[in-house]
């Protein structure tokens, strides 16, 4: 690959299973970042005028392209990323469903709506409705190319802005085909566009022209986008990872939840921001949930069932956590001190790892997950909020799975399956603390991407006329005696 240093015009993306080049892209300047924003910001009125109708048929048409064309979008994926195509296929699917819920219900959400407006204003008529910002900066990470950056860049579009998409280094050819196809579908505006970089593209649309920015990454890079942000009093929504927690209950299924456990911890090289990196156990079924969990994570294999780490230097991450949990004190049931390779890294289970620990403490986001003996899910619920961390969580109880749920100081929680939330287009996705705030996906997605707008319409005079250098005593005094009678009286 062209260094940064180098990296004046073009930059080479590689295949992180082989180091092949599999695409070459520029390498866009502050003067290119801010001539797309102004291109997007030409086509945003004409997307506006489309209305709800016009942007969702457009929308489906998009969500056609990438359901008729999903075996390449899958190939540019698994060539940039490493993952399997199955697991590609996943993370597309889930996409065209996110496009399509946000195409059918932006109407509903962001539409026209009446309010009262009180007795004291009853002659006039109250409406709110939701308008678009206009230019939406997208900035998205590596891991989830596709559905990840889909989810602000969908729900951007439906509710009637422009978006100019910034992909990581590390995929963007995935950016690319994404922008192509939806130029295919809507070829007259660029509506949606690209700029392909490094951090100082990401950071010039930061400070470009735009009305927000929606960013996925590290916490560390979230707070230098909103530093950047705030010089123009830009709104932001950061997506800034996770460190969550699996709850397994003593009445919970344990064969479900230690496949759970192995999915979340272990799928996508365990690069996945909601994924599985602690599991707290009731004292009366550890043992057996151990058991149940290091047979399956024996069956998974690095480069068949996962591929490899795509961003290089989070092998020095992964290896220093399994490291400093062996010489804390932890134990690995599998895996461990030379699951670290040139590229792969196997699944690692560690145990009896102290919970000050960089593997208990620190975003590991690679194939390995801690798994802590508790005395009861009080204990469990009050480790897994010891953490600057909140994005999502999950919980395996037959009886008490809700109520551990709304205990967890996470944006979102799934009960008895791994990760579900993140596929049910209706719910709002986002963290708190260090895992971010704001919300994509739902009707709290579609808003963020949007302006409520009051208006008030007189429908006819009033007769006691209170804004008006006009207003008499008498009128003063039947206000007065009207409020008080209404709200003057003693409970």
Not at 47 to 74: I, N, P, Q, Y
Not at 156 to 177: D, I, Q
Request: aromatic share 6%.
């Amino acid at each position: 690959m062209t260094s940064i240093a180098q990296a004046v015009e073009s930059f080479d993306s590689l295949d992180p299973a082989t180091g092949a080049v599999v695409g070459t892209h520029p390498v866009h300047g502050e003067a290119d970042v801010d001539a797309a924003v102004a291109r997007a910001r030409a086509a945003a009125g004409w997307w506006d005028s489309l209305g709800f109708g016009g942007r969702a048929e457009r929308l489906r048409r998009f969500k056609g392209v990438l359901a008729r064309r999903m075996t390449e979008l899958c190939e540019v994926v698994a060539a940039e990323t490493g993952k399997p195509t199955g697991d590609a296929q996943l993370e597309v699917v889930l996409a065209i469903e996110h496009i399509e819920w946000a195409a059918r219900n932006a109407r509903t959400v962001l539409g026209r709506r009446r309010r009262s407006p009180g007795l004291l204003l009853a002659n006039q008529a109250a409406t709110v409705e939701y308008r678009p910002l206009g230019v939406v900066g997208v900035i998205g990470p590596w891991n989830y190319p596709v559905f990840t950056p889909l989810g602000s860049i969908s729900y951007a579009l439906a509710a009637g802005n422009a978006v100019v998409f910034k992909p990581s280094e590390y995929t963007p050819g995935v950016g690319r085909w994404l922008t192509d196809a939806f130029a295919e579908a809507v070829p007259e505006h660029p509506v949606f566009d690209l700029v392909t970089g490094f951090g100082a593209t990401g950071a010039a649309l930061t400070r470009a022209d735009v009305d927000k920015i929606a960013f996925t990454g590290s916490a560390g890079t979230g707070k230098k986008i909103m530093a950047a942000a705030a010089e123009r009093l830009t709104p932001v929504i950061i997506e800034a990872g996770g460190k969550d927690p699996l709850l397994v209950d003593s009445d919970a299924d344990l064969d479900a939840a230690a496949d759970a456990a192995v999915w979340g911890a272990f799928s996508n090289s365990g690069q996945t921001c909601v994924g599985v990196e602690r599991v707290y156990v009731h004292d009366a079924v550890y043992d057996d949930f151990v058991e149940r969990l290091v047979r399956r994570a024996r069956a998974v294999e690095a480069g068949t069932d996962y591929g490899p780490m795509t961003m290089p230097a989070q092998l020095d991450v992964v290896r220093g956590h399994i490291a400093d949990a062996l010489a804390r004190g932890g134990r690995a049931l599998v895996g461990g001190a030379d699951a670290v390779g040139d590229r792969y890294v196997a699944p690692t289970v560690l145990v009896d790892v102290p919970e000050d620990s960089a593997a208990v403490r620190e975003e590991t986001f690679g194939p390995t997950v801690t798994v802590t003996r508790v005395a009861d899910m009080d204990e469990a619920v009050d480790r897994a909020n010891d953490s600057a961390y909140g994005l999502g969580s999950t919980v395996f109880s037959k009886r008490r799975g809700p109520e551990l749920a709304r205990r967890l100081r996470t944006g979102q929680t799934a009960i008895n399956a791994p990760l579900s939330f993140a596929g049910i287009a209706s719910l709002p996705f986002g963290g708190v603390g260090d895992s971010g705030f704001g919300r994509i996906h739902g009707p709290e997605g579609l808003r963020e991407f949007a302006r409520p707008k009051a208006v008030a319409r007189q429908r006819f005079p009033m007769p006691l006329a209170l804004t008006s250098f006009a207003r008499t005593p008498k009128t003063e005094a039947l206000v007065g005696k009207l409020i008080s009678t209404l709200h003057g009286r003693r409970r």
